[in-house]
Every structure is written in structure tokens, then in C-alpha cells.
């Protein structure tokens, strides 16, 4: 894992998923980053598929509330050149991604080995769920 800080964007999956964003138009992009986690079916969710869906679903989160500012500067401003209209599909599809890496994957895993950093990740993760429901 990539990471250099407990935040959304801040490994390298998340941080290519943004530039890739940023090549896209419309929500598809990041529908597909969220479907792919809230519908996998296998026992084992990589580290990679969840850290795109949760930057897609950081995406959701900040278009929703109106405020971008959690998202990396390229991806501010592609927001800011989109008509991307959240609905509550799209914010249960962010909510289910949540909920599915947190019940078994890769990434949580690797946070919970790191004793010191993973409540800091956990504050996190629970800040962008509170964000999608309020």
C-alpha cells in the first residue's frame, strides 16, 4: 500500500484514480469505482479496488455538500467543469462501498496493522460516512 497519510487521496491508487477522473466526463467514472467494491462477490476486496472506491465515494461526499475542498486540486476543478447531480442511488452506492471495505478487505487489514494509524484512519472513514448521511 502506497500511503503516505491517512487520508482518502493520500496513496497512490487514489491519487492515479483522481488523475484518470479528471480524463472522464459525466458520473460514470466514478459509478464504476463504486460498483465494482459494493458489488464484488468474491471473500477477498484488494487494497486497490478500495481505495478507488473510497476516493469515488469522497467525490460523492464533497458534490453533495458543496464543498470540494477535500478533494486534490485536479479533481476540484474537474468538478468544478461537471453537471454531476448526487442523488440518493449514488450516495447508498458510496455508503454500500464504505460498508463493504469495512467488513473484510485488504485495506483494512493493512490499516489495522498499523496499531498507531488505523483509529486516525477509522476517524476518517467515519467523517465521509457522516458527510454522504447527513
Known amino acids: 500500500m502506497g500511503a503516505w497519510e491517512v487520508g482518502i487521496f493520500d496513496n497512490d ?3 492515479d484514480w ?16 463504486l460498483s465494482v467494491v459494493y458489488n464484488f462477490e468474491g471473500d477477498y476486496l484488494e487494497v486497490d479496488e478500495c481505495e478507488r ?12 455538500n458543496g464543498s470540494v475542498s477535500n478533494l486534490p486540486e485536479d479533481l476540484q476543478n474537474w ?7 448526487i442523488d440518493q442511488d449514488l ?21 489495522e496493522e498499523s ?8 476517524a476518517v472513514i467515519e467523517d465521509l460516512r457522516a458527510r454522504l448521511i447527513q
Open 53 to 64: 472506491g473510497l476516493a469515488a465515494a469522497e467525490v460523492v461526499a464533497d458534490i453533495k
Open 115 to 122: 496499531e498507531v494509524h488505523f483509529p486516525e484512519w477509522l
Open 79 to 85: 468538478v468544478g467543469q461537471q453537471e454531476i447531480i
Open 13 to 15: 491508487m487514489a491519487a
Open 91 to 111: 450516495i447508498d452506492a458510496a455508503l454500500q462501498t464504505i460498508a463493504r471495505v469495512m467488513i473484510t478487505s485488504e485495506l483494512k487489514e493493512l490499516w
Open 18 to 33: 483522481s488523475l484518470d477522473c479528471c480524463e472522464t466526463s459525466g458520473i460514470t467514472f466514478i459509478k464504476d469505482a
